[in-house]
């Protein structure tokens, strides 16, 4: 049994993300890190033998152990700074921005996405928001219908009055949803942009990096309110925000 727990540990995290896809209808990209460390763990099941006659494997080894180590307690830190990072500002703004994040069956805002407009919709609400609100999504490959248009008829379908929705429908991941939307809200405020305040709405999992690429797209005077991510989806999204963090600190 011990030595087969590295092959059962991969085969658990597949069999994780499958499930997970199926009962949230989440891009299968949102699960690549957990499959890829399936993965791993399943070619090194299946190679372990043979690496073990390499020259210095010991030395090696303890190397690599080491690594790991040192990797786990970024992980740790940096997922320890998105759990923390303020997310529930409930004070009015002058614009409430919905950031994307897919449709179901192509046409419908996924799990994730439904949990941001409802966020959406308890400012306004509950918190009388009385601020524009910007919905910001391109159409995807697999997409009947841009984000946005989605958005906007979820939004319509709760009451929302259709001249209080703005649509940015061109963009394609989280900092093209800044850099679009801040025209948007420039053209539509006849304002400069430090000059409006806008609410960011998105996951819980995703204000601290939304945070970092809206300051980077010139957002002066902006707050996060965020979503709650539902529970069997936390491990997975969790995850996969520590290594978009990185990439979005690095390339974006």
């Not at 896809?21 to 070619?43: E, R, Y």
Request: charged share 25%; aromatic share 10%.
């Amino acid at each position: 049994m011990k030595r087969n727990v590295d092959l059962i540990l991969g085969i658990l995290l597949f069999i994780h993300i499958v499930i997970i896809d199926m009962l949230s209808s989440t891009k299968i990209s949102f699960s690549l890190p957990i499959a890829m460390v399936g993965i791993i763990f399943i070619i090194y099941h299946f190679i372990k033998e043979r690496l073990k006659r390499i020259r210095n494997y010991d030395k090696l080894s303890r190397i690599f152990k080491s690594l790991i180590c040192i990797a786990l307690i970024c992980f740790i830190g940096i997922e320890g700074i998105i759990i923390e990072y303020p997310k529930y500002k409930k004070e009015n703004s002058d614009y409430i921005l919905v950031l994307g994040a897919g449709l179901t069956n192509g046409k419908t805002p996924s799990l994730i996405l439904q949990g941001r407009l409802d966020a959406a919709l308890k400012c306004i609400n509950e918190y009388n928001n009385t601020g524009y609100i910007v919905v910001s999504g391109g159409q995807g490959e697999d997409e009947y219908i841009s984000e946005a248009m989605a958005m906007r008829t979820y939004l319509l379908n709760k009451g929302v009055p259709k001249e209080k929705v703005i649509i940015e429908d061109q963009s394609r991941d989280t900092n093209e949803n800044f850099s679009y939307s801040k025209e948007k809200i420039k053209e539509h405020s006849g304002k400069s942009l430090d000059e409006v305040n806008v609410k960011i709405v998105t996951s819980d999992f995703h204000a601290f990096r939304s945070s970092i690429l809206a300051k980077k797209n010139g957002y002066a005077n902006f707050e996060n309110y965020s979503s709650d991510t539902v529970w069997y989806l936390i491990p997975v999204m969790y995850t996969r925000e520590a290594f978009a963090l990185i990439k979005s600190i690095v390339f974006d």
